[in-house]
């Protein structure tokens, strides 16, 4: 799984996960950002992330998130 916080220096995240899923990168995909609009979300899943989830969160969510797609891709 990779956690992946959109505002990278010198490059956008989206950019990058997109790049990631053309090189076949099967890996769960759990965005982190404070970029919190509908749009926004829509975007980014539309894109090729797993899961979204806005800043600040609770590190319980963190975990919860971080679990299900872990589960179901070993499972797999």
């Known amino acids: 799984m990779i956690l992946l916080d959109l505002m990278l220096p010198g490059l956008d995240g989206i950019t990058l996960y997109k790049w990631l899923r053309e090189m076949s990168f ?5 965005v982190l950002t404070s970029r919190d609009t509908t ?10 992330a797993d899961d979204y989830l806005v800043k600040p969160f609770e590190l319980e969510e963190l975990a919860a998130r971080i679990r299900a797609p872990i589960s179901s891709f070993d499972d797999s």
């Open 39 to 48: 749009t926004d979300k829509i975007i980014g899943l539309d894109a090729g």
């Open 26 to 30: 099967i890996a769960p995909i759990l």
